[in-house]
């Protein structure tokens, strides 16, 4: 009986809730619309999109650099002492906290890297994250190299202690930290560019106290990312001038002919003075080349450090500061295109001093 009656209240639940289900009143009146969000295709496709030639040609010229296809990642990634420069993620900790960067590094150099990319998501994150004056490891001395500031910050010399005494047995970075890679590093444009940090060695040539180049309205970029009309796979974002002749440059146009372009007698002389001190440096045991043997095989200047004091090799100060002026020289792979007569200057002042 009990069961029975369980079972008719259930029933009198089900039918009530039919009849309120069934005399529901009309509908009310729509509320005011919310605001619409943003188009996600109309928000990406400001940079993403077969429309944005110029931004998709970039990102095929930067397929193309070495930035994007050398050995910068792939031999320090993982070294938190080449962070800042090696990686992307190391050099925007660096910029952020003013010191180099603490960890490690994991991602390549890539758009990110330069830009703020993806920060509001429009063609506003294309600024460069670098645009005040550089501050040069070496000398503490800032310069303003223009649009090319981001390019300085890393392309440019290593701290060293300075020669100072007459002869130098130990060879150190910074403090009592000894170093077997005494020297500039690798890369030297920033300091060759600048005039700060090679050493002014006297001879036969004046050193000049300008460079010619420094009046170039955006510094680096003006030659690095000039534009060739009938190759859009040349200059741009690929930052390369293998093929300086062809690259139309205005700021060149200038002052040079077609044919001032290419490699010239007084920069052919520069490059014959720099394997002419190599040589000597080497014959005299003050050069190392046991890590000159590039990925491909050849030769690779980059790998020439200064032969260190546990070989028994001993320098003058004078004699330290040629040597010195080699590698920042030779490092900076420009033949002197980044600072002629500088370059011509201490190159053939140098290569004197070991003559005599």
Known sequence: MEILKKFSMLLLIVASSLVLWNCEGPAGKDGIAGKDGT???????????????????????????????GVVYADEAGRAN??????????????????PA???????????????????????????????????FITDAEYDFKTGNICATCHQ???????????????????????????PHYGTPANVFAMKGPFPITGPEAIPTTNVHANLAQGCVTCHMGKLS???????????????????????K??????????????????????????????????DISQTVGHDGGYQILGEYIAQSKTGVRFTKEELQV??????????????????RYVYALVKNGLEKLKQ
Request: aromatic share 8%.
């Open 230 to 252: 009938t190759n859009p796979a040349a200059g741009g974002h690929t930052f390369q001038m293998a093929a300086a002749e062809l690259i139309e440059v205005e700021a060149c």
């Open 323 to 340: 040597t010195l002026n080699y590698l920042f020289l030779a490092k900076d792979r420009s033949m002197g295109a980044h600072n002629p």
């Open 39 to 69: 188009d996600g295709n109309a928000t990406c496709g400001e940079c993403h999109s077969d429309a944005q030639t110029d931004v998709n040609l970039k990102f095929n010229q930067y397929d193309l650099s070495m930035h994007n296809t």
């Open 102 to 136: 603490t960890s490690n590094g994991t991602s390549k150099i890539d758009c990110k890297t330069c830009h703020p990319i993806h920060d509001k998501y429009a063609k506003a994150d294309f600024a460069v994250r670098v645009t005040a004056p550089v501050k040069l």
């Open 82 to 99: 080449c962070a800042s420069c090696h990686t992307g993620d190391g050099f925007v900790e660096a910029l952020k906290t003013g010191t």
């Open 254 to 287: 200038t002052c040079h002919t077609a044919d001032d372009l290419k490699l010239t007698p007084k920069s052919k002389e520069v490059a014959a003075m720099l394997k002419e001190t190599r040589d000597t440096l080497i014959a005299r045991g003050w050069l």
């Open 157 to 183: 010399g290593r701290k060293f202690n300075q020669p100072d005494t007459a002869e130098v047995f130990v060879f150190k970075t910074t403090g009592s930290t000894t170093y077997n890679r005494y020297g």
